[in-house]
């Protein structure tokens, strides 16, 4: 069984910061991929960022320069630290890991609203 484990969500006003973490536990082969994607109401789901085995980043377009990517992948765990908030960036955050093999696995999300 593998879960994992989301935090970090709330509210902040526009210009803030949080940071989001996401630890991983259970039986996974290895890990090569985790991040996050996010959704908003009536909207399809994005890939705002993720981290692979070796340390390369992917960030959509929208969070480029604002959000920050990390992993420790000794504790199978990510960290997203997002600055600048904008109300723009609200959604439910759902955190992903990518095994080797096997199956993806996704968190439950945590919900991120920035006011304006």
């Known amino acids: 069984q593998v879960q994992l484990v989301e935090s970090g969500g709330g509210l902040v006003q526009a210009g803030g910061s949080l940071r989001l973490s996401c630890a991983a536990s259970?039986?996974?082969?290895?890990?090569?991929?985790m991040g996050w994607y996010r959704q908003a109401p009536g909207k399809q789901r994005e890939l705002v960022a993720a981290?692979?085995?070796?340390?390369?980043?992917n960030y959509a377009d929208s969070v480029k320069g604002r959000f920050t990517i990390s992993r420790d992948k000794a504790k199978n765990t990510v960290n997203l630290q997002m600055n600048s908030l904008k109300p723009a960036d609200t959604a439910v955050y759902y955190c992903?890991?990518?095994?080797?093999?096997?199956?993806?696995?996704w968190g439950q999300g945590t919900q991120v609203t920035v006011s304006s």
């Open positions: 981290i692979t085995s070796s340390g390369g980043t």
């Open positions: 259970g039986s996974i082969f290895s890990i090569n991929t």
């Open positions: 992903f890991v990518h095994p080797r093999i096997g199956n993806d696995y």
